[in-house]
C-alpha cells in the first residue's frame, strides 16, 4: 500500500459519509484502500473552517498543487515526522536530529500542533508522546529491606564517574511487575545513555548477578563501574565486579537522584512495560523492541546523536534502519 495518493471527489465523499457514521482513520484508509497517513493528511490540510466537506477539500488540494497555497513544510517531510512519532521520538529530539542531519528546519512546536490537529481528526499519533505522569519513588523501603554485605558507598566511587567523560560507567536497578510478579533488570551506561535490560521471574541476587552478567558479559571492556541502590536483589554485588572486572559501588539511601540517567531511562521504559503490566506476559521479542527504541532514539544531551552512536561508534543511517 503506498503512503501517498491524491484523492477523487468520489473518495472524499466516502471519507465524509464514515467520519459521519463513526470510522477512524484506519477503518477508512483501508475501504479506500490507501494509508493511513493519507487520510490523516487529507483530513489536517483540507479541512474548512465548518468541518471537513468534500468540494472544498478538493479545491484545496487543488490549489496547492497548482502552487497558489504552498504549505510551509511539504507532505513529504511530514510523512518523514509521522514515522519517527511513532518510533516514539519525542517531538524535540525530530527537530534537533532532522535540523542536524538533514539541515530540514521543523520547530518541536510545529511537531505538537501537527499531533494535536491529527487527534482532533481521529488519529492516534498522540498515542506515541510519552507519559506525563510524575515518578514516584516510594521512600523507606531500603530500611526494610536490610543491609548489604561489604558495601561500598558513592563517596568512594572515583570522580571521574561523575564527568561523564568515559564509556563504561553504568547504573543499575530493577523494575517491577504488577503485584510484584517477576521483574526486569535495568543497566543504563551514563555517558551514552545506552539502556539495556533484561526480564527475570524473580528478583532475587542470585538472578540479578546471572542478568547483568548476560547484559554486560560481551562489552566487560567497557565495564569500569557499576553504581545501584541499596535493595537486597544486588547482594551478589562482589561476584558481579569479580566477574567484570569492574569495581561495584552503592548509592546512598534516598537518594535516587545519585543514579539519575538509569531513574530516567526507567520512566522510559515504563512507557513499554506499565505499572499495570503483568511482567508474566511479556517475551524476549518486546524486550528486544524496547531497547532497540531506546537506544536509537536521539537524545539533546548527545547532541542528538543517540545512545547506539556514542556507545559503539554507529551510523546515524542506523536510526531509521535498525
Given amino acids: 500500500?503506498?503512503?501517498?495518493?491524491?484523492?477523487?471527489?468520489?473518495?472524499r465523499y466516502i471519507i465524509k459519509s464514515m467520519l459521519k457514521i463513526g470510522y477512524n482513520q484506519t477503518e477508512i484508509s483501508k475501504v479506500l484502500g490507501v494509508h493511513k497517513s493519507t487520510i490523516s493528511r487529507e483530513?489536517?490540510?483540507?479541512?474548512?473552517?465548518?468541518?471537513?466537506?468534500?468540494?472544498?477539500?478538493?479545491?484545496?488540494?487543488e490549489h496547492r498543487r497548482q502552487g497558489k497555497a504552498r504549505p510551509r513544510i511539504d507532505g513529504s517531510t511530514w510523512a518523514y515526522v509521522e514515522q519517527l512519532?511513532?518510533?516514539?521520538?519525542?517531538?524535540?529530539?525530530?527537530?534537533?536530529?532532522?535540523?542536524?542531519?538533514?539541515e530540514i528546519a521543523v520547530s518541536h512546536e510545529w511537531i505538537y500542533q501537527y499531533i494535536l490537529k491529527d487527534k482532533l481528526t481521529g488519529g492516534s499519533l498522540y498515542l506515541h508522546l510519552r507519559c506525563q505522569n510524575k515518578r514516584r519513588k516510594r521512600y523507606g523501603s531500603y530500611d526494610r529491606r536490610g543491609n548489604l554485605k561489604d558495601r561500598?558507598?558513592?563517596?568512594?566511587?572515583?570522580?571521574?564517574?561523575?564527568t561523564r567523560s568515559r564509556v563504561g560507567d553504568w547504573e543499575a536497578d530493577t523494575i517491577i511487575g504488577k503485584a510484584h510478579?517477576?521483574?526486569?533488570?535495568?543497566?543504563?551506561?551514563?555517558?551514552?545513555?545506552?539502556?539495556?535490560?533484561?526480564?527475570?521471574?524473580?528478583?532475587?541476587?542470585?538472578?540479578?548477578?546471572?542478568?547483568?552478567?548476560?547484559?554486560?558479559?560481551?562489552?566487560?571492556?567497557?565495564?569500569f563501574t557499576i553504581t545501584s541502590d541499596n535493595g537486597k536483589?544486588?547482594?551478589?554485588?562482589?561476584?558481579?565486579?569479580?566477574?567484570?572486572?569492574?569495581?561495584?559501588y552503592f548509592a546512598h539511601p534516598y537518594s535516587s537522584w545519585e543514579r539519575g540517567t538509569n531513574e530516567n531511562t526507567n520512566g522510559l521504559i515504563r512507557q513499554y512495560f506499565p505499572k499495570d503490566r503483568d511482567f508474566r506476559t511479556i517475551n524476549d521479542k518486546e524486550i528486544i523492541h524496547a531497547m532497540k527504541r531506546l537506544n536509537n532514539r536521539p537524545r539533546k544531551r548527545l547532541?542528538?546523536?543517540?545512545?547506539?552512536?556514542?556507545?559503539?561508534?554507529m551510523e546515524l543511517t542506523v536510526a531509521l534502519t535498525t
Fill in 1 to 11: 500500500m503506498k503512503h501517498y495518493s491524491q484523492l477523487t471527489l468520489d473518495q
Fill in 43 to 61: 483530513l489536517i490540510r483540507n479541512r474548512g473552517g465548518r468541518g471537513y466537506r468534500p468540494k472544498q477539500a478538493s479545491r484545496f488540494s
Fill in 85 to 102: 512519532i511513532c518510533k516514539e521520538w519525542s517531538p524535540e529530539q525530530i527537530s534537533g536530529w532532522m535540523k542536524q542531519t538533514m
Fill in 152 to 162: 561500598v558507598g558513592i563517596d568512594d566511587r572515583p570522580d571521574i564517574v561523575e
Fill in 181 to 223: 510478579k517477576q521483574a526486569i533488570v535495568s543497566m543504563t551506561e551514563r555517558k551514552s545513555g545506552l539502556a539495556l535490560i533484561y526480564k527475570v521471574d524473580r528478583r532475587t541476587k542470585e538472578k540479578t548477578e546471572r542478568a547483568i552478567n548476560r547484559l554486560l558479559g560481551s562489552i566487560s571492556d567497557q565495564v
Fill in 233 to 248: 536483589e544486588f547482594g551478589d554485588h562482589e561476584i558481579i565486579a569479580k566477574g567484570l572486572k569492574c569495581d561495584f
Fill in 303 to 313: 547532541w542528538f546523536k543517540t545512545p547506539n552512536q556514542v556507545f559503539f561508534g
